[in-house]
């Protein structure tokens, strides 16, 4: 099947920085991708879907400013959360679409452990 | 607006036995249903998929998911459950008149088989 990764799949980070997180369809192009947060022992909360080369579109009552979204090509969407606080620890998980209508199915990144201190 | 139920946190099972992980959805028209698999600290994995024609769906290792629309249901089975089974396992839905929309996931079932 597809193969996403994310980069990185670890990081720590002051509270008050900025931590970009990379989302990449390897061997295919995706003009949507999804980007998910998953506390311990939940569900996947949908933050946002990307678009190639438009704005993306977030879930209610996730701050834009916050969690800056970028699709600058078919094949990278990255997930900057910016002046990061210990709440902003999570697991995010990028997925891309890939086909459309029947054919339709998201092949997920492995994950991106955020942890803020 | 469309939903997804997994009554179960948490289903044991011994090695060797069949499992049955249960899922039911609500959506406005037809369903497309997904099941994916996740191990610790990983992203999630596909398994299976309906989206039209024969009920039972047959995926990865060994997985089958049978849809019952008339009880709303597409339950995830496996005929011998094996220790590496064990996983967070997660049941989607997406409405196929929605256009683009993303898939909703329920809350996830955490599979134990013991040997």
């Known amino acids: 099947g597809a193969v996403v990764s994310q980069h990185p799949s670890w990081v720590i980070c002051k509270s008050g920085t900025s931590v970009k997180i990379e989302c990449r369809s390897l061997?295919?192009?995706?003009?949507?991708m999804f980007w998910y947060r998953q506390f311990p022992k939940q569900s996947l909360m949908l933050m946002a879907t990307?678009?190639?080369?438009?704005?993306?579109?977030?879930e209610q009552g996730v701050e834009k400013d916050k969690f800056l979204i970028n699709h600058a090509s078919l094949t990278l969407s990255t997930l900057t959360v910016t002046s990061a606080h210990p709440e902003d620890s999570s697991f995010y998980i990028c997925?891309?679409?890939?086909?459309?209508?029947?054919?339709?199915?998201?092949?997920f990144g492995p994950g991106t452990r955020l942890l803020v201190l | 607006a469309q939903s997804v139920a997994q009554p179960e946190d948490q289903v044991n099972v011994a090695e060797g036995n069949p499992l049955t992980v249960k899922c039911t959805y609500s959506v406005s028209g037809n369903p497309y249903l997904f099941w994916y698999v996740q191990y610790p600290n990983r992203g999630l994995q596909f398994l299976l998929k309906?989206?039209?024609?024969?009920?039972l769906v047959k995926g990865s290792y060994g997985f089958e998911a049978e849809f019952n629309k008339s009880q709303t249901s597409f339950h995830l089975k496996k005929p011998s459950a094996l220790v590496s089974d064990s996983a967070l396992y997660f049941c989607a839905v997406r409405d196929s008149s929605s256009g683009n929309t993303p898939l909703v996931f329920g809350k996830g079932t955490r599979l134990s088989v013991i040997a």
């Open positions: 061997d295919f192009q995706a003009t949507t």
């Open positions: 990307s678009n190639e080369g438009s704005k993306a579109t977030y």
């Open positions: 309906y989206i039209t024609g024969d009920n």
């Open positions: 997925s891309a679409r890939v086909g459309g209508g029947r054919v339709e199915t998201q092949y």
